[in-house]
């Protein structure tokens, strides 16, 4: 039997991540492989490999989590591979992209969530699950804060339902701010995916500097009206556009990609590298 370490959080071998492209680490980028992203949950599953070892035991980490994926992927193709991997933790998050859909039925995402949870659950897995962040102050996209507080109402139901951990990510005031985002405003930086991969540890009982985390960065001066009107129309101009044209074509950016890491092998520890 695993000791537990001194922090009194749970030991776990064998950690297998499912979702979309912001499980899949976009866009932050991997230095030692073109075209690949590292991303919160490879940084959460060192800093567990990390734990596994320092109490004697061995640590296993698969991703198949692929960009654009909706929900009936993550949860069908993607969650039947993850349970044939007989992990004892899965991180699941799904549902943000069905979110941006006009007509998004926001208690039929909870429901087929939950139906998600309670087969990880009977199989034995312990869940990870994570809300979405606050958009409010997010160009063309705080239209949506309506439905992501719901969303993240429902995550945390589920949660304290089912026994699940949540990565709090709507209490996450860091996130608010630009810097922590890619230039498509969509995915994170580097340092963002390095923040939420301490508050999924933080989640899942494990010691951490919460302030390094959690802690904002420090303010900039308010963008001038015409700089800010500027900026936007760039964004739209290299990021919405694409992306309004694949969905009228019925494409996705990740109809080309498959999983980056689809079996569990060995994560060697780090010694809680972020």
Not at 44 to 71: C, T
Not at 79 to 86: G, I, N, T
Not at 200 to 209: E, K, N, V
Request: net charge negative.
């Amino acid at each position: 039997m695993t000791q537990l370490p001194e922090s009194g959080g749970k030991v776990w071998h064998r950690y297998v991540a499912i979702g979309d492209s912001f499980t899949e680490g976009m866009s932050d980028a991997d230095p030692s492989r073109d075209d690949l992203y590292v991303g919160w949950a490879d940084r959460l599953a060192s800093h567990l490999a990390d734990i596994a070892h320092e109490a004697g035991g061995e640590f296993a980490y698969a991703n198949l989590a692929v960009r654009g994926r909706l929900l009936a992927d993550v949860i069908g193709p993607q969650l039947d591979a993850a349970l044939a991997l007989r992990p004892d933790l899965v991180s699941m998050v799904g549902g943000g992209n069905d979110i941006l859909r006009p007509k998004a039925d926001l208690d039929a995402i909870a429901d087929r969530l939950e139906a998600a949870v309670v087969r990880l659950r009977e199989a034995g897995s312990d869940v990870l699950l994570a809300t979405p962040t606050d958009p409010s102050g997010a160009p063309l996209l705080r239209h949506l804060r309506g439905r992501h507080a719901i969303h993240s109402a429902n995550i945390f139901s589920i949660a304290q339902q089912h026994g699940c951990y949540v990565i709090n990510q709507w209490g996450m005031d860091a996130l608010k701010d630009f810097r922590l985002w890619a230039d498509d405003r969509i995915h994170m930086t580097s340092e963002g995916h390095r923040r939420v991969a301490l508050n999924a540890l933080s989640a899942l009982g494990h010691d951490t500097d919460r302030a390094d985390w959690s802690t904002p960065l420090p303010p900039l001066p308010t963008p001038g009206r015409r700089e800010a009107t500027a900026a936007n129309a760039a964004w739209a101009k290299t990021h919405l556009a694409p992306w309004v044209q694949r969905r009228l074509r019925g494409e996705s950016s990740g109809d080309a990609v498959t999983a980056k890491r689809p079996e569990l092998t060995p994560v060697e520890p780090a010694r809680r590298r972020t």
